[in-house]
């Protein structure tokens, strides 16, 4: 399963995760950066910088619940 990696740049420009979702859409054509970015916005609320806020791609697998 395809999810996303969140994760915020504090003042030190360190990394922290901040949360993990999975992706549900089906067509391919309408995943972009852009909204991913917009969907944890919605997820996360107004009070979060998203100027700060990075994701990464990672695959889960399903039966174990890893990320690989």
Do not use: C, H
């Not at 993990?20 to 919605?42: A, C, F, Q, Y």
């Amino acid at each position: 399963m395809l999810a996303y990696e969140f994760y915020y740049r504090d003042d030190t420009d360190r990394s922290q995760l901040i949360g993990i979702l999975p992706e549900r859409r089906n067509d391919p054509e309408r995943i972009t950066s852009d909204s991913i970015m917009n969907w944890v916005g919605k997820v996360l609320g107004n009070s979060w910088d998203m100027s700060r806020i990075i994701f990464v791609k990672v695959m889960i697998d399903n039966k174990t619940g890893e990320i690989v």
